[in-house]
């Protein structure tokens, strides 16, 4: 009888993962400082404390990116954080219950910030944004959140997600009305665009990496528009020519690894994955609760990672089957994946781009890759080096701009507001 009562409450837990209900009502956890590590993390960069925060966040790496605008008005990469749990597949998120993480460019206002959440602390994302809405899609409540169990949401861990929602609080309370929120399925990579080139989301990916471009050149805010049922990004012409010559060299890159071999494949999640460093850990949690994660919802097949199917350029292609991942787990049965992809640190290449385009290039070290203790070292931070800077390119031909559209802000934790009957849809001059 009580392990039946166990299973029942691990299985509303998993169904309300991401459903945030205020019950921590009376903590000052949401007042905790920044730690002194990252201060001082800071001011090496030259960055402070009150500067304007963007977050990246990307799925199949596991990773969350905290950016700071500096001295210089531009935005520099101020830490990378390990996720402890996505859910469902790569791809963008399309209706309730699908349990997929969305991917696209969101805002995250004051009052979307919940001192009071059921999982420490946690923010959301702002999903749907205008953009969804314009293709039907539905759900809520899309968080960044503590604990490692996810039902739609980033999921960190408690110590990690007090320190960005510190850095956050920060920002929004000096002055910052939103901060942008970036979500991507895999970091804009030529060799990551060439081996899912055969992938169904390939346009949506595409256009997101248009986004991802725009902020490597300028390092500042994208400025989104949604038109055409597609995101359009607006930029003065001189930024609008080195993105042109960035896309164009990327997409050279493509077609040589291509030429030399590189196959298609799709990667089939059990249910969404762990960051490489949380693997071992995860995998050794022999309930549904860990002393150090909390609540780890849907283990079977996190100690194995995503199945790589190989895809075939030339024949028809048919979609592979992926789990029911809408459905809550019936049992923690670990189910291993076959031809585990490498898990080996990801770093971002940053090939130079042709005629003087613009580059970036970070020599900064994610803290969680300096551990010699395994996992526990995770809850510790340690400074790393400044990010790189280059110049940019000599301008070619404009580019129309695409007037601005602000998402509206939504309280938090009220019910979200109902979508406008029409779309606010820019179209260019």
């Not at 963008?92 to 919940?114: H, I, L, S, W």
């Not at 300028?218 to 930024?239: C, H, I, Q």
């Not at 049992?331 to 994946?337: C, G, L, Y």
């Not at 110049?391 to 309280?411: G, L």
Request: hydrophobic residues 40%; neutral net charge; contains cysteine.
């Amino acid at each position: 009888m009580m392990k039946r009562i166990a299973l029942a409450a691990s299985l509303v837990l998993a169904l309300a993962a991401c459903q945030d209900d205020n019950l921590s009502r009376g903590s000052t956890r949401h007042l905790a400082p920044i730690p002194p590590a990252t201060m001082a993390l800071m001011s090496t960069k030259g960055m402070s404390k009150d500067d304007p925060i963007l977050v990246r966040a990307y799925k199949k790496e596991s990773e969350l990116e905290v950016w700071k605008r500096g001295s210089n008005g531009k935005y520099a990469l101020l830490k990378t954080y390990p996720v402890c749990r996505w859910s469902g597949q790569l791809g963008p998120k399309n209706r309730e219950g699908d349990r997929q993480v969305p991917e696209g460019f969101y805002t995250v206002t004051p009052a979307q910030m919940n001192p009071n959440s059921n999982f420490y602390l946690s923010f959301d994302t702002g999903y749907p944004n205008a953009f969804d809405r314009s293709l039907g899609r539905n759900g809520g409540d899309i968080m960044v959140h503590g604990s490692c169990s996810s039902r739609g949401c980033f999921a960190m861990t408690d110590q990690n997600v007090a320190e960005i929602y510190a850095i956050a609080r920060e920002a929004l309370g000096a002055g910052q009305r939103g901060f942008q929120f970036q979500s991507y399925p895999f970091r804009m990579t030529a060799e990551n665009l060439a081996k899912h080139r055969l992938d169904p989301n390939i346009a949506f990916w595409k256009n997101l990496k248009e986004g991802a471009d725009a902020f490597e050149v300028t390092k500042d805010e994208v400025r989104v528009a949604v038109g055409r049922g597609r995101y359009e990004f607006n930029l003065d012409p001189d930024s609008a020519s080195v993105v042109a010559q960035k896309r164009a060299q990327d997409e050279q890159e493509v077609a040589e690894l291509v030429a030399k071999g590189e196959k298609p494949i799709k990667l089939v999640y059990n249910d969404g994955d762990t960051h490489e460093s949380f693997r071992t850990a995860l995998a050794n949690v022999t309930g549904v609760t860990d002393s150090k994660l909390g609540y780890v919802s849907r283990i079977d097949g996190i100690s194995s990672g995503p199945q790589v199917i190989a895809l075939n350029d030339s024949a028809p292609q048919t979609r592979p089957e992926a789990p029911a991942t809408a459905l809550a787990f019936a049992s923690m049965k670990e189910v291993p994946a076959t031809q585990p992809e490498s898990r080996a640190a990801v770093t971002q290449q940053t090939a130079p781009v042709a005629a003087a385009a613009a580059a970036t290039a970070s020599d900064e070290t994610p803290f969680y890759k300096k551990m010699f203790g395994g996992v526990g070292d995770l809850f510790s931070t340690s400074a790393a080096q400044p990010v790189a800077e280059t110049v940019q390119a000599a301008p070619a031909a404009p580019v129309a701009p695409v007037a601005r559209m602000e998402p509206a802000a939504k309280a938090v934790p009220q019910k979200r507001a109902q979508a406008p009957s029409k779309v606010n849809v820019a179209a260019a001059d």
